[in-house]
C-alpha cells in the first residue's frame, strides 16, 4: 500500500515552528474513509515516518498524527516515538468508555493529546481533561464561539488556532489567547498602505536582479558581494559548508564564483540574497521558498523541461517573494528577473508552468485529489513527486541551518 506523506507547520506566538502536523493518504484515497483498513495503513505510514526518518520530516519538532477511534484503541501508536508525537483526536470520535480508558493509557505511557476541529460540548469533557492542546478551525467558526472556547475551558490548556490564512487573523487569535498557529498566514504579504520597502532589502532584491539578467558579468557581481561584508561572509561560508563536500577551504569571491560558474553564481547568490532579505521573517518563510525552488528544479526535468530547469528554480524562490517584501505581488513581478511564463503561473494565469507549480501547491497543503490529478495530467508518479519534495526539504535545512 503506498501512501504520500506532507507536513504543515505549527507556529508560537513568536512565528517560530513548535511543530508540524504531518498530513498523509493511502493509495486507495483518504483512509479515514476505510475504517478496516486503519491499523493496517498507519503501519505503513510508521514504516513509512522509519524509513524517511522523522529529523527530516520534522527537524527535530513535534509531530501532530490524526487519529481515529479505532487507531486509538488499536495503540498502534506505540509505534511513534512518545517524546515527539502529538496524537491529534479527531473530531468525529465519539468519546465513549472504550475510548476515554484508550486516552488515558495513552497519556500515562507519555503521550500527548489533542483535540481536533473542536467545539464545545459536555460529553467531551472526559477528553477535554486529557488532552493538551485544543484545536479551533478558524475557517468554519466565528469569532464569538473562538472566544466562547477558550472563556469555558479556561486558559490551563493550550489552544491552537488551525486554518490561520492572513496575519489579521494571526493577530486576533493572539489576542483572543491562543498560543499556538496553523495555516498559511506566514507566507503571505504582511501589507501596509504607503510602506516602503527597506534599503538593505532593495540592495539584496536589487542584486538578485543583477545575477539574473542576460548580460550578467561575473567581474562585476564579485565587485557587487565583495562591498557587502555581511554577504562575502555568508557566500564563504555557504560553499565552505557540507552542502559542497569541498577538499580545500574557499577564501576569496573569485574563486569562490570561478567554482559555481555563471550558472551555479545565479543560483546560489538568488538564494542567499533571498535569505538576507528574509532576516525579519518567521524561518519557516524562507526553508519554503529555499525547498519549493529545489523542487521546481528537480521536477522540470521530469515534465519535459529540462532545458529550463534555471527558470523552474527561480519560479519556486520567487514564489513567496510578496511575503518577503510585504508588497503585492502585482507590483514586484514588473521588476523579477525571470520568464513571462513563471510570472503568468504566480499570478494563477495560464500558462505551460502553471500546472506544476499547482501541483506543488496543492501537496504542500495536503490537497490530495488535486495532487493526484494534477499528477495524472503531467504523467507523473505520486510517490516520485513526495520523493523530491522531502529531498527538497532536506536540501533547504542544510541550506538555512
Known sequence: MEVLLARQPIFDKNQNVFAYELLYRSGAGNFYDCDDGDKATLEVITSSLLL??????????????????????GEVATYLPKETTVIEILEN?????????????LKDMGFVLALDDFL?????????????????????????????IINTIGKHKKFLAEKVETYDEFTQAREMGYTYFQGYFFSKPMIVKSKDIPSYKMNYFQLMRTVNKPEFDLDSVEKLIRNDVALSYKLLTFINSAVFYLKSEIRSIKHALTLLGRKGTVKWISLIALKM??????????????????????????????????????????????????QPLENILPDLPIS?????????????????????????????????????????????????????????????F
Open 277 to 326: 532579505i528574509g532576516e525579519d521573517k518567521p524561518s519557516e518563510l524562507i526553508i519554503t521558498a529555499l525547498c519549493r525552488a529545489t523542487f521546481c528544479e528537480l521536477l522540470s526535468a521530469k515534465i519535459g523541461f529540462k532545458d529550463r530547469s534555471s527558470e523552474f528554480f527561480l519560479l519556486g524562490m520567487f514564489s513567496l517573494i510578496d511575503a518577503f517584501l510585504d
Open 52 to 73: 524517511i526518518g522523522y529529523e527530516k520530516l520534522t527537524r527535530g519538532k513535534r509531530a501532530f498524527i490524526n487519529f481515529t477511534k479505532n487507531l486509538l484503541e
Open 120 to 148: 464545545y460540548n459536555e460529553k467531551y469533557k472526559p477528553l477535554i481533561d486529557l488532552a493538551e492542546f485544543i484545536k479551533v478551525d478558524f475557517l468554519t467558526t466565528d469569532l464569538s464561539s473562538r472566544k466562547k
Open 93 to 105: 470520535v465519539e468519546p465513549d468508555t472504550t475510548t476515554i480508558q484508550a486516552c488515558r493509557k
Open 340 to 400: 513571462e511564463e513563471s510570472k503568468e503561473a504566480l499570478l494563477g494565469h495560464d500558462s505551460p508552468y502553471r500546472d506544476p507549480y499547482d501541483l506543488m501547491i496543492a501537496y504542500e497543503k495536503g490537497d490530495w485529489d488535486c495532487f493526484h490529478n494534477l499528477a495524472v495530467k503531467l504523467n507523473l508518479d505520486e510517490k516520485e513527486v513526495v520523493n523530491f519534495y522531502i529531498n527538497s526539504m532536506d536540501m533547504a535545512n542544510k541550506i538555512f
